[in-house]
């Protein structure tokens, strides 16, 4: 197994710690005077998304953990299971609701997302940062209306709702950015 | 800010000089790390050098290939205070290996001067007139290294042993490196310095903290009394470390011994050994004048005047842009 040492410290960095895989978050290096050199981390467990403090000193290392990252598109729900194919190897992976956590708002079958694999197992899910969804339903704006200040809650194919400009309609193809919720524009077909 | 801080020298009878930034010699320390780079056809280099000023380089270790970029510009400046320089200083580039933070560089500028027949308070009291005259923030407030640790972490550094410090640690949730040996009580108390003390010190006015532990007095003289402490201070500013200052060690036989203690403390942590004879012994042998000597971190000086929070900011370089 690979070992990063504190030289190779830096933010994005996945280890291995207490039998669990983390990614480091934050690392700033400090040194007093003329004492040691210390690297103050926060590192976030991938599984439970606890947050750890840890400060190490220069030379220490740090398992590195068996973390993979995947493109893959969703096929389909069963129930409280999103099954994934990965596009090379055509291999198929099951997240639990709970890993793909809000995620589910933007999944439309096919597309795109990626996948973090840990000892080859699925632990979570990105969707792409923007993705197109159908208006199912939202109530009728006003005609004319087309001032994007005021918002109303449509509903769209993923069964989740979000607030878009009062000018969109039922069957509107509408963007929205993954990693906020907020709309963008309208699309055409 | 570099015009205004020559003016500050210049205008103190202070002499600009400028030293080698690559060296046979570099300071022993045990977490500094000099990049080191070599040299071909050093023999005859060293003949032609010492022909050229007539004098037999008896101490010029001619076999020596390996050269140092230096990560202070302390031992010239000094064998030039020992051949008679008078007040000098210098505004130097230097290098540490694996310093990259949010204040750190590899590559940075250190303003450095030396004012022979200083003493602590004078050494202490121009490098809060330097500070004031180039950040505006108030005069320095003077504190002692113990005051600080009775004062943010509860206990006296000087008398409290490895349990206390840790107890300490522990107190105040910090998770210590599993690594840090129980031995290693300097370890202990920078641990405490990184995240009790310093983080407090210099909001109100900058702040000199002075009489270090013996134990981290690197190139100062240690004081006797109960305890010895380290004539040395630090000065800083909303909590960033901007410049250290020494009454300088003038005695060669503890140098040596200290260089060869800092050796085996080296080899301890995995690290290579340091060359333990340099030509600054020698221009001790030879008498050194009493001094004080500072260098302050020039890029840090500049982030702090500027407002910024990293000195990456205020280079147009920086590493990773280098």
């Known amino acids: 197994m690979a070992n990063y040492s504190t030289s190779d410290f830096r933010k994005g960095l996945k280890v291995q710690l207490d039998g669990d895989p983390y990614i480091m978050f934050e690392c700033n290096f400090v040194k007093p005077g003329k004492g040691q050199a210390l690297y103050k981390c ?7 998304g606890t947050v750890l403090d840890r400060t190490y000193k220069s030379g220490d290392s740090l398992e590195a953990a068996e973390i993979e990252e995947i493109q893959a598109q969703f096929l389909y729900r069963q129930q409280n299971q999103f099954v994934f194919m990965e596009n090379e190897t055509y291999e198929q992976y099951e997240l639990s609701a709970e890993q793909v956590d809000d995620a589910w708002k933007y999944l439309r079958e096919g597309m ?3 996948i973090v694999l840990y000892n080859n197992h699925p632990i979570s899910m990105t969707p792409p940062n923007h993705v197109v969804l159908r208006v199912e339903y939202c109530e009728p704006g006003a005609k004319g209306n087309t001032a994007t200040n005021v918002s109303k809650p449509c509903k769209v194919d993923t069964g989740a709702e979000f607030p878009c400009p009062a000018f969109v309609n039922i069957g509107d193809l509408v963007r929205i950015d993954t990693r906020t919720g907020a709309y963008i524009e309208r699309v055409k077909e | 800010m570099l015009r205004r801080l020559r003016e500050f020298f210049d205008s103190r009878g202070f ?3 400028e030293t080698p930034i690559l060296s046979a010699d570099t300071v022993v320390d045990r977490h500094l790390d000099p990049f080191s780079t070599e040299i071909d056809g050093i023999g005859r280099l060293a003949a032609a050098g010492t022909a050229a000023c007539g004098c037999a380089g008896t101490d010029v270790p001619s076999a020596a290939k390996r050269l140092w970029l230096q990560t202070s510009p302390e031992f010239h400046m000094k064998r030039l205070l020992a051949a008679g320089a008078g007040a000098i200083y210098q505004v130097a580039r230097v290098f540490r290996r694996d310093e990259l933070g949010p204040l750190h560089n590899p590559e940075f500028t250190l303003v450095e001067w030396y004012q022979p027949g200083d003493g602590m308070d004078e050494g202490m009291q121009l490098t809060g007139e330097l500070c004031e005259a180039m950040l505006e923030r108030g005069p320095a407030e003077r504190m002692s290294y113990r005051e600080a640790f009775e004062r943010y972490v509860g206990l006296d550094p000087h008398t409290a042993d490895v349990a ?5 640690v522990e107190k105040c949730g910090v998770q210590p490196p599993a690594t840090l040996a129980r031995e290693d009580r300097d370890g202990w108390l920078d641990l405490l310095m990184v995240e009790r003390v310093q983080p407090r010190l210099g909001f109100e006015r900058p702040v000199l903290l002075f009489d270090y532990p013996a134990s981290q007095a690197a190139l100062a003289r240690v004081r006797p009394g109960n305890p010895p402490v380290a004539e040395r201070f ?10 250290n200052g020494y009454h300088e060690l003038l005695d060669p036989d503890e140098l040596r011994m200290r260089n060869s203690r800092t050796n085996a403390q080296r080899i301890a942590d995995g690290k290579p050994s340091l060359p333990e004879e340099n030509r600054l012994l020698a221009a001790m042998r030879s008498g050194l004048p009493s001094s004080v000597g500072v260098a302050l971190g020039f890029d840090r000086l500049v982030m702090l005047a500027a407002g910024a929070k990293t000195i990456a900011e205020v280079m147009a370089f920086p590493f990773d842009l280098a």
């Not at chain 2, 630090?234 to 410049?243: D, P, R, T, Y």
Request: negative net charge.
């Open chain 2, 234 to 243: 630090e000065l800083f500013v909303v909590g960033v470390e901007l410049a």
């Open chain 1, 112 to 114: 795109s997302c990626d």
């Open chain 2, 15 to 17: 002499l600009e000089v």
């Open chain 1, 42 to 48: 926060k590192l976030r467990n991938l599984l439970r």
């Open chain 2, 164 to 168: 206390a410090l840790a107890a300490a």
